[in-house]
């Protein structure tokens, strides 16, 4: 990823940033909204304690569906954005089946 965006800040004639400075801003933009009316059954479930109204942002999204769902809701999650999975991995909280189970869809997703 960052000799894509090194490559591209060459041909659009700027210095590339660092790796820290990608990495920095990788855990603070924004990953997409998901209402959870909207979202398959077995996701849902594992947003057990949230309102149909309420949006929930992609990495928060993953995070439950990891540490509380089923197969059908870690299936789910492991096809949202990478961005979304990156910053989930960031998240403290996990147990220990759970975080490995993610940190394997991260490895086979590339991030």
């Known amino acids: 990823m960052l000799e894509r965006v090194a490559k591209r800040c060459r041909t659009e004639g700027l210095n590339p940033?660092?790796?820290a400075t990608v990495y920095k801003l990788l855990g603070t933009l924004p990953t997409p909204a998901y209402r959870v009316a909207e979202l398959p059954p077995a996701v849902r479930s594992a947003l057990y304690n949230l309102e149909p109204e309420s949006e929930v942002p992609g990495h928060q999204v993953v995070?439950?569906?990891v540490n509380?769902?089923?197969l059908a809701a870690v299936s789910f999650a492991a096809g949202l954005p990478w961005l979304?999975?990156?910053q989930a991995r960031r998240l403290p909280g996990y147990r220990a089946r759970s975080r490995g189970l993610l940190d394997a869809v991260a490895r086979v997703?590339?991030?």
Do not use: T
């Open 68 to 70: 509380y769902g089923d």
């Open 17 to 19: 940033p660092s790796r």
């Open 84 to 86: 979304a999975l990156y």
């Open 109 to 111: 997703r590339g991030i």
């Open 63 to 65: 995070f439950y569906c």
